[in-house]
């Protein structure tokens, strides 16, 4: 079974530009999240998808970030114009929805703004 | 709010040592999971282990066993005979019991060497 799919691994970006982040998760993971891991540091929740739906997105910086799971498969998460604290993983998990169970997470995509 | 606390940041142990890595945390939820993930240096989150706010007992799968306690609000991780693979980053992380939830509220994390 493959895993969730991330792409870039790797961005370096100055402030201010923007930058797209592209998540593949799971087939039939009805939920999809955002999280953003700064250096020593867990990770920390931007937005959770239930399928094509935004179920939580209060902790995602709206002014800056924006995210998308328009046919409730592949999401992108864009940040424009992005700020030096936005320098971070950014990983992509996903779940069968039913509650509880288990995250599956990607590689994740490293943020480097300069 | 949820939250969880990881009080070690770093630790380093010789290989062969038994090592815990300890967890504490807080909810007002009556219900809910617990969860251990590994972050080796490649930095996808491995899944470790689950456990339900309603079943303290005790689990061990071969070198690692995890020790629950309700009542201190504790869910510590022990390596035992601990090797050099082990070397990561560990997260204990905490999340709702609600269908349609696999929100996670993770620690800062523990970064494990394990020396040679």
């Known amino acids: 079974e493959a895993g969730v799919a991330q792409s870039p691994r790797y961005k370096i970006i100055e402030k201010r530009q923007s930058v797209a982040f592209w998540c593949n998760p799971i087939?039939?993971?009805?939920?999809l999240y955002w999280y953003q891991q700064i250096l020593g540091q867990g990770p920390k929740l931007l937005i959770q998808?239930?399928?094509?739906?935004?179920?939580?997105d209060s902790q995602l910086p709206k002014d800056r970030f924006s995210a998308e799971r328009l046919k409730g498969v592949d999401s992108t998460l864009k940040i424009q114009p992005a700020k030096l604290e936005d320098s971070a993983v950014y990983l992509c998990?996903?779940?069968?929805?039913?509650?509880?169970?288990?995250?599956?997470f990607g590689e994740g995509s490293r943020l480097t703004v300069l | 709010a949820q939250k969880v606390t990881q009080a070690q940041t770093e630790i380093s142990v010789v290989e062969k040592e038994d090592v815990t890595l300890d967890c504490v945390y807080e909810?007002?939820?009556?219900?809910?999971?617990l969860f251990w993930y590994k972050q080796p240096p490649s930095g996808e989150l491995v899944f470790l282990i689950r456990?339900?706010?309603?079943?303290?007992q005790n689990e061990i799968s071969g070198r690692y066993s995890w020790n629950f306690q309700k009542s201190t609000s504790s869910f510590n991780f022990t390596i035992t005979a601990s090797q050099v693979v082990d070397s990561a980053v560990y997260f204990c992380?905490?999340?709702?019991?609600?269908?349609?939830?696999?929100?996670?509220?993770f620690g800062k994390g523990t970064k494990l060497t394990v020396n040679p």
């Open positions: 456990r339900n706010s309603f079943d303290e």
């Open positions: 998990a996903s779940s069968g929805g039913q509650g509880g169970g288990e995250l599956f």
């Open positions: 992380a905490l999340s709702e019991a609600r269908r349609g939830s696999e929100k996670l509220v």
């Open positions: 998808f239930q399928n094509n739906g935004v179920v939580d």
């Open positions: 909810t007002r939820d009556t219900t809910y999971y």
């Open positions: 087939s039939g993971h009805a939920t």
